[in-house]
């Protein structure tokens, strides 16, 4: 059974009505498939439009995609493409404005493809428009009733309006979404670079075993202890096991146990209720709630208290803790790389460390060798370094041979860390961007280097090599002659005074020895 026609009045008040729900609608939500559907639905049931239909246009290829309709319960077709011109909707397109259309069955260009329409009914399509200009696709439906078509094409011309403003906002949002992914994969590539094996130097055999450890151990969730002196780079590691590990996608937490007492220790790992202590203002995670799905970092994991070591080991047993001030039990999924410099062995002998927390955390154990048991790795190190320094300077620098025989004689007691320090005040003090031995002597290096020390083999610098410039070549034969000049001329095929002359135009700083 047909409803009764409306007259306009109650025609016009239909219309206010479903013009106020799809103006909700569209407020409501950013999925665009799903409000459509939504506004196609108020239209049938509020407005008198029924077998609504949005078709939008493909960017890529310019056809007409229907993009929603409402064939009220149906079930027809759910999706339809056409060129421009193409069927009814592709006509419309072409003609770019309201079109009215007293009779279907009477326009040849309805080809019925969708099954929604009554051949004996009329047909409204109005275009859909971003701005003045931009035609991005149609808005059709077919009218309850067949009388004030001019009305009911108004009313379907505002809802066009309104869902060309959603198109606009859901493509916005959608290529902002896309913006912010490539640009978190392509930080995520760049991290991985900067934290991934490359940023660990060394070719020794020590260091072939740290890389080979951290290979395997990055495959799995294992707790890994990282051994040895500061300065060895236990935190690159910890970054490099990370960020090669399935866990690579989570959250990266790191924490040095070292700078804070119990109290605040346990609330920054823990976390800590309102109220939990003066100060406490409002609920807050701590680092193994921050750490959930991904690594927690803990340096100088043998500088904590033997009170504070029970509380941890309970976490590192059974993933479980409560914030500080609360009292539910929070359970987390967190993978432990600890660091320490302290001889935990001792610890434990002496009742200063667990033991059960030393055989808790020493699963995996990763020693870092200090820099003076591998100065093989140093001239690769220093080049690393100084590339690096180069970068967060924003200029050009480079290291001379001089200047690297010079930092191997040095044993380095701050290991890798001193040495960046020493490249960076070289970096500061070179004017060329070139670090050579008497850039290196202005750190005041050279002051601290004994008489003899570091390696020295027979012959460091191949003195013929062509990519040696004059005052690299001199330097490299009078410290392969001890700084005895006659030496060193002999070496170069020189006579002393040739020597002595080509010391004083090269401005080669004698070193005394």
Not at 189 to 217: I, N, Y
């Amino acid at each position: 059974m047909s409803r009764p026609e409306p007259d306009r009045q109650t025609l016009l008040e239909s219309h206010l009505n479903a013009l106020f729900e799809v103006s909700r609608v569209l407020s409501r939500s950013l999925d665009l498939h799903q409000t459509l559907q939504e506004v196609l639905q108020d239209l049938h049931e509020l407005g008198r439009l029924s077998s609504g239909v949005v078709g939008l246009v493909e960017a890529e290829s310019g056809d007409l995609l229907v993009t929603a309709l409402h064939d009220g319960g149906r079930h027809g077709p759910q999706a339809l493409r056409c060129r421009p011109g193409e069927g009814l909707l592709g006509a419309l397109l072409v003609r770019d404005a309201p079109w009215i259309i007293p009779r279907l069955e009477d326009e040849p260009h309805f080809l019925d493809r969708l099954g929604l329409y009554d051949p004996g009914r009329p047909f409204i399509g109005v275009p859909i428009r971003v701005g003045e200009r931009e035609l991005i696709g149609v808005f059709a439906a077919q009218p309850a009733e067949s009388h004030d078509l001019e009305l009911r094409a108004r009313l379907l011309e505002m809802v066009a309006n309104l869902v060309g403003q959603s198109v606009l906002l859901a493509r916005k949002v959608e290529d902002e979404r896309r913006a912010l992914k490539d640009e978190r994969d392509c930080l995520r590539r760049e991290v991985k670079g900067v934290h991934g094996f490359s940023s660990v130097v060394g070719h020794t055999e020590s260091m072939r075993l740290v890389f080979e450890q951290v290979r395997q151990v990055a495959k799995w969730n294992t707790t890994v202890l990282v051994r040895g002196e500061s300065g060895t780079g236990k935190e690159l590691v910890a970054d490099a096991i990370h960020y090669n590990s399935p866990r690579a996608g989570g959250p990266f937490v790191k924490l040095n146990c070292a700078v804070l007492p119990d109290n605040l220790l346990e609330s920054e790992l823990f976390g800590h209720e309102k109220g939990a202590f003066t100060g406490a203002l409002s609920p807050r995670k701590g680092r193994f709630e921050q750490a959930d799905t991904g690594t927690l970092f803990l340096d100088e994991i043998g500088d904590i208290s033997p009170a504070f070591q029970a509380k941890l080991l309970r976490v590192l047993q059974e993933g479980e803790f409560e914030r500080l001030g609360g009292t539910r039990t929070l359970k987390v999924n967190v993978r432990i790389i600890a660091a320490t410099n302290r001889d935990l062995e001792a610890g434990v002998k002496a009742g200063q460390f667990r033991e059960d927390l030393y055989y808790r955390l020493n699963v995996m154990p990763i020693y870092m060798p200090p820099l003076r048991e591998r100065l093989e790795d140093l001239p690769e190190l220093a080049a690393f370094l100084v590339h690096k320094i180069a970068h967060s300077q924003g200029r050009g620098l480079s290291i001379t041979d001089s200047a690297v025989r010079i930092l191997i004689r040095h044993p380095w007691p701050g290991n890798v860390r001193e040495l960046e320090n020493c490249l960076e005040r070289a970096a500061v003090m070179s004017e060329t961007g070139v670090i050579d031995r008497d850039v290196i002597g202005l750190t005041g290096l050279e002051e601290r280097i004994r008489p003899g020390a570091g390696p020295r083999p027979e012959r460091r610098v191949d003195l013929n090599a062509p990519d040696l410039d004059e005052r690299e070549r001199v330097i490299a034969a009078l410290e392969e002659a001890g700084w005895v000049q006659t030496k060193a001329a002999r070496l170069l095929g020189m006579t002393p005074r040739q020597i002595a002359y080509r010391i004083q135009t090269l401005n080669i700083r004698v070193r005394q020895i």
